[in-house]
């Protein structure tokens, strides 16, 4: 008996003795009832061994014993509310069923330490901070299974350095992990090969594998300072989407038209206007939504501009059967100067592996309406916390400079620590409340040739320097009284000045920005 019921279980196929001796009521055992999902499951078990993927046999086509830590993993989620029911059938496995049942209340034991959330209370949780969820009764549906979601997160790594503006889908990840759901990272080194068209007007240029491979690893680096990699399941889409053949290709391409992909925006505008779109670019959302295919996605996370091939996932897992992911989009983080998207390319973004200081600085520079969305999407602070920030200051109860310290402190601490968070908010005490110019300021040698009136254009200067992105910003900047030279604000429209002005001056621009010329 117990060797026909364990092998029942291990190999998930029902066996019609151990069925019947196991259901006198002649009711689908809990086996037979569940065996359809286990290679799901399976995937999902290897991160709780704390094993690698591969590493791992699938209870389907290996002939070799499962784990014991696997078996009770994938039993025990798929009887998650049904305990009881549980350990008496483990009960008639005999000497391997008390081991089970030992292992199995232990694990239960280690569960009621944390209070598990209502559906509704995780909902209210996972909603902070998003764009949409498409739709969200479907995922108020799934949360009340009471099975933890595969929530998925695909990413190229088409350049090797992140951003807090990058880590916003990462910390709606890490909310899910801590609320005992699993993530799948995808890294698209398969995609990458074709360059995601979101929010382009031309073809991006294509990267080389060693390139990507290079990105990839910096990415992952840079990830797991957000997520937890006991939690995370780390997979490469290059594993399936370059071995597709050209019949399995030319079967998956079939599944949309040529019509719905134009429907994107980026496209129909490219289309309409007359400019170039390459056929490889159509393959793009058919790849991403494969991926979603093949881990099975629950939920599905992206920026608002990944809305369309999220929802193109969604419509080729309903087509192959498979219940569909849910879409959940967050919108775009906006840098330091509080209206552009953050990207490095206009300088208003603030790294992950920005010193601390200097962590500390740039967020104490962004506007003050832009706090409790920072905190929303780039903070570790609990989601009720926020709520009552953000009615604090709707109220004028709360001060918003100490709400801002308090949001530089709580996100140099999650990159760092709390040491370095003190350490960074009595540096920038230093240099900012103190009115002291930074010692640490770097020093730049401008070109200050006069010109035939005998001045030097302050703005290119600036430029030049790095504490300007454009001429016409550090002209603004300079009417608007942003532009100290040794500690004097330049006066509006002062964007030309004797070369002995600068020269060896100590130049501040904005709150944040130093230089001292040679």
Not at 51 to 73: G, I
Not at 113 to 131: D, N, R
Not at 341 to 347: F, I, R, T
Request: hydrophobic fraction near 40%; glycine fraction near 8%; charge should be negative.
């Amino acid at each position: 008996m117990a060797g026909a019921t364990l092998a029942c279980l291990a190999g998930c196929v029902p066996a019609a003795s151990a069925s019947k001796d196991l259901s006198d009521t002649g009711e689908m055992t809990v086996t037979e009832k569940y065996s359809w999902e286990m290679p799901r499951v399976h995937k999902r078990g290897c991160q709780y061994g704390r094993r690698p993927f591969n590493d791992v046999p699938s209870p389907r086509t290996d002939a070799v014993p499962l784990s014991v830590d696997w078996l009770l993993f994938a039993i025990a989620v798929k009887c998650g509310g049904h305990c009881q029911d549980f350990i008496e059938l483990l009960d008639r496995v005999d000497l391997v069923g008390c081991f089970l049942r030992y292992n199995f209340l232990n694990l239960q034991a280690t569960r009621r330490e944390v209070p598990m959330l209502t559906p509704e209370e995780q909902l209210h949780i996972i909603k902070s901070g998003t764009a949409q969820i498409v739709p969200e009764s479907a995922l108020l549906e799934k949360l009340k299974r009471g099975v933890p979601l595969n929530v998925k997160l695909g990413v190229d790594p088409t350049a090797p350095d992140i951003h807090l503006g990058h880590a916003v889908p990462l910390r709606k990840l890490r909310q899910f992990q801590d609320l005992g759901h699993q993530v799948t990272l995808i890294i698209g080194d398969g995609t990458a090969l074709i360059g995601d068209p979101s929010g382009r007007n031309s073809t991006r240029p294509q990267l080389s594998r060693e390139q990507i491979q290079e990105n990839a690893q910096t990415y992952v680096d840079q990830a797991f300072k957000v997520l937890d990699p006991e939690k995370t399941v780390l997979r490469y889409n290059s594993e399936w989407i370059l071995d597709l053949d050209m019949e399995q290709l030319l079967k998956l391409l079939a599944n949309f038209t040529v019509a719905r992909i134009l429907e994107r925006d980026d496209f129909h505008n490219r289309y309409t206007s007359g400019q170039s779109i390459s056929l490889h670019e159509f393959l793009y959302p058919v790849m991403q939504a494969y991926d979603s295919v093949v881990i099975k996605a629950d939920v599905e996370l992206g920026g608002t501009d990944q809305l369309f091939n999220l929802l193109a996932g969604r419509e080729l897992m309903e087509k192959m059967g498979m219940e569909p992911q849910v879409c959940l989009t967050l919108p775009l983080l906006e840098g330091t100067d509080g209206v552009k998207k953050m990207s490095k390319s206009y300088g208003n973004y603030i790294g992950l592996t920005d010193e601390p200081s200097n962590m500390f600085g740039k967020v104490m520079s962004i506007p003050d309406e832009l706090m409790v969305k920072y905190y929303r999407l780039a903070s570790t602070e609990a989601v009720d916390e926020i709520d009552r920030i953000e009615a604090g200051l709707a109220a004028d109860e709360l001060h918003p400079n100490k709400v801002k310290r308090a949001l530089a402190r709580n996100i140099v601490t999650a990159y760092y620590d709390d040491v370095a968070a003190e350490a960074a908010e009595a540096d920038f005490d230093l240099k900012f409340k103190e009115h002291g110019f930074p010692a640490d300021a770097p020093v730049f040698a401008p070109d200050l040739t006069p010109d035939e009136n005998g001045l030097v254009y302050v703005a290119k200067i600036l430029v030049d320097a790095g504490v300007a992105g454009t001429a016409s910003e550090a002209r603004r900047l300079i009417d608007g009284g942003g532009v100290k030279v040794n500690g004097e604000a330049l006066a509006p429209k002062a964007y030309n000045v004797a070369p002995e002005v600068l020269a060896g001056a100590e130049v501040q621009v904005g709150k944040k920005k130093f230089v001292r010329f040679e």
